[in-house]
């Protein structure tokens, strides 16, 4: 009797652990269907973030994307996986960089964002890097509002969550710069398709 | 009466001044009416994939002369007269270098030979807006190989402006990678041209074409 209680004693945590292991866990599945498990576990899109340059010779704009492989423990926010805070300045160069292998002179690109004096000193030092970008961790669509000058595009750039949205910022922000109507627009989509 | 008649008076001063007032209001209406919307293209560039640290680069999508096919209809760089003759058909002539003029403004040996827009097909495949008839693409061989296709858009009568004609096709080239090939747009008097360049053209690259005789 003592050799089998001793061996009941023994093997009590060898049962316990195997009950731990083969008992099936109780899941309350509710209403938890396929669609949404699938969009739980859909792997959130690296960040993406577009600058609009300008060729302002020819009057051209072309929208330069840098996606950026996310850093290892990166956490995503509703499906977007953050951007960096401070954009190196080799990414910006690179979005001139892609302008200026079409242009026919490297000054002649500029960033899509222009000061209100750009019409008479159109150089690069009067635009500007920060508001020619939208980051996809903030906005869906990038937009451009223009007016014409004369000999070139007097430009402006906004964000948005949608192309309507994005292109009032960037036509409230041209029209408060340079104090005019901003009729030619142009938007499309931070991320490539 | 003389009231009737000054007041007839009256009317017509009080008429003329409306229509005049009403003139310049429409005057000032059209002065004040606002500029037509209009859109502007965004030509789009190839993405490009960086590192965390923001330091390396590549292309987000790797290219290969076959993304070039696609867009010229089956056209790649390095091709041969007699291999771009069979794959434009409607050139309706076997072209061989011997036989192709040679292009002056190049100093190598560069030869050509040219094609009218209406019968480039695929060529000018993503073009819907309009173009003159004298438009024209000219083939391009450097030493043998094709090297550079020129698409230069004119006016005429019926197209005053084939501006928009040629920034269609010129935003089908502008997504391609440098390593595949190089692209530009620019206007040389009254042509608006579309460059597209073999990347290993070197000094050639940078080479555009001047219309003579403006």
Request: net charge negative.
């Amino acid at each position: 009797m003592r050799t089998w209680l001793r061996l009941a004693v023994l093997g009590l945590p060898l049962l316990a652990s195997t009950a731990g292991r083969g008992s099936p866990l109780d899941f309350d599945l509710g209403n938890y269907d396929a669609s949404q498990a699938l969009e739980d576990t859909a792997q959130p899109r690296d960040c993406t973030v577009t600058y609009l340059v300008e060729d302002f010779v020819t009057n051209e704009t072309f929208a330069a994307r840098m996606q950026f492989t996310p850093a290892p423990h990166a956490i995503a926010l509703k499906g977007h996986l953050p951007c960096p805070t401070f954009v190196p300045p080799r990414v910006t160069e690179a979005a001139l960089e892609g302008c200026r292998e079409h242009a026919d002179k490297k000054a002649d690109c500029v960033f899509a964002d222009m000061s209100r004096g750009f019409h008479e000193s159109p150089l690069l030092s009067d635009t500007s890097e920060n508001a020619a970008r939208c980051a996809s961790d903030q906005a869906s669509q990038i937009a451009i509002a223009c007016r014409n000058a004369g000999n070139f595009d007097v430009c402006n750039v906004g964000c948005g969550e949608d192309r309507d949205a994005a292109i009032l910022a960037a036509r409230n922000r041209c029209q408060a710069k340079h104090r005019t109507a901003c009729p030619i627009t142009g938007a499309l989509p931070v991320r490539a398709p | 009466m003389p009231g009737r008649h000054n007041g007839g008076s009256r009317g017509r001063g009080t008429l003329r001044a409306a229509l005049l007032a009403g003139m310049v209001s429409v005057a000032g209406v059209a002065a004040a009416a606002p500029a037509l919307d209009t859109t502007k293209r965004i030509l789009v560039l190839p993405s490009l994939q960086w590192n965390d640290s923001g330091v390396a680069w590549n292309y987000a999508t790797q290219q290969a002369p076959d993304n070039l096919a696609r867009v010229t209809g089956g056209l790649t760089f390095g091709l041969t007269p007699e291999e771009v003759s069979r794959r434009l058909p409607d050139l309706g002539a076997n072209l061989h270098w011997s036989e192709l003029p040679v292009a002056n403004e190049f100093s190598e040996d560069v030869r050509y030979v040219w094609i009218p827009m209406q019968t480039a097909g695929a060529l000018r495949a993503p073009v819907t807006a309009c173009f003159g008839e004298p438009s024209y693409v000219v083939l391009l061989f450097l030493h043998g190989d094709l090297f550079r296709i020129s698409w230069r858009f004119l006016p005429d009568r019926n197209c005053p402006n084939p501006h928009a004609a040629a920034e269609e096709l010129y935003a089908s080239y502008v997504p391609l990678a440098t390593t595949v090939a190089f692209s530009a747009h620019y206007r040389t008097g009254f042509a608006e041209v579309v460059d597209v360049t073999e990347p290993g053209a070197r000094s050639l690259i940078e080479q555009r074409w001047q219309m003579r005789g403006q």
